[in-house]
C-alpha cells in the first residue's frame, strides 16, 4: 500500500509545462516546474480542444492556397506566355500560397503546444485561437460560470476578470468541454481557486 502511495504521488498531473513547454515526466504531484516556475498540484487538470472548428477555419488559407497553386503551376512556369486571364489566376495563387505560408507559420508556433485550457496553482492558462496562452493569476478573476447549453452541442464556460466588463468565453468554436460535466467541473475548479487566492491574501495581508 505504502509503495502504491509513493507510485501515484510520483506521476506528474502534466507531461509537459503548459506554460513553458518543459518535460515533467518523473516530477511528484506537487511541484513547480523546473524550467519557469509555474506551480503544480494534484488538483490541476488540462483541458484540450477536440473537433475544433476553428483549425479548420485557421487551415483554410492553406488549403485554398495549394489548391490553385497546383492548378496553375503550368502558369507559374510560363508566365510570360500566358494569357491575361491566366496571369491573374497566377498571381492571386502565389498571394494565397504566400499568405498560407504566413499564417501556417503563426499558428504553428502559437499552438505547437496545442490548442488547451489548464488549471494550474498560480492561474489559468488559456491557449485558444482568441487568447495568447499567458498565465492569468487567480487574483486576477472574479469568478466564472457557465452557459446551460443542450447536450450534444459544444459547452461553453465564461471566465470574469475583476477588471474588465468582458468576460473571457471558454469553448464553443473550440470545443473545449466535450460534455455538461466537463464545464461544470472546470467552473467548480476556477471557483474553488479564486476562492484559495482570496484566503491566502487575507492571511497574508496586503504586500
Not at 518543459?22 to 513547480?32: D, E, F, I, M, V
Not at 468565453?169 to 476556477?190: C, K, L, S, Y
Amino acid at each position: 500500500m505504502h509503495d502504491k502511495t509513493i507510485s501515484t504521488a510520483a506521476q506528474p498531473v502534466f507531461k509537459k509545462c503548459p506554460g513553458c513547454g518543459y518535460s515533467l515526466r518523473g516530477l511528484p504531484a506537487t511541484h513547480a516546474c523546473p524550467e519557469c516556475g509555474l506551480r503544480f498540484d494534484e488538483c490541476c487538470e488540462l483541458y484540450r480542444a477536440t473537433n475544433s472548428r476553428q483549425t479548420l477555419v485557421l487551415l483554410m488559407p492553406l488549403l485554398v492556397g495549394g489548391f490553385f497553386g497546383l492548378k496553375n503551376f503550368r502558369d507559374v512556369l510560363n508566365f510570360t506566355t500566358a494569357s491575361a486571364w491566366e496571369k491573374v489566376g497566377v498571381v492571386f495563387s502565389v498571394g494565397c500560397l504566400f499568405f498560407a505560408g504566413i499564417w501556417g507559420w503563426f499558428f504553428v508556433n502559437r499552438y505547437r503546444r496545442g490548442v488547451e485550457v489548464a488549471v494550474t496553482s498560480d492561474g489559468l492558462i488559456v491557449r485558444l485561437p482568441e487568447f495568447d496562452g499567458k498565465l492569468i493569476p487567480w487574483d486576477a478573476l472574479g469568478g466564472a460560470s457557465m452557459k446551460p447549453l443542450s447536450e450534444g452541442k459544444p459547452q461553453i464556460a465564461q471566465v470574469f476578470f475583476k477588471d474588465k466588463r468582458r468576460p473571457m468565453t471558454i469553448g464553443d468554436v473550440a470545443n473545449v468541454f466535450p460534455t455538461r460535466a466537463h464545464v461544470e467541473r472546470f467552473v467548480e475548479q476556477v471557483k474553488d481557486r479564486i476562492e484559495a487566492a482570496r484566503t491566502d491574501d487575507a492571511i497574508t495581508g496586503p504586500g
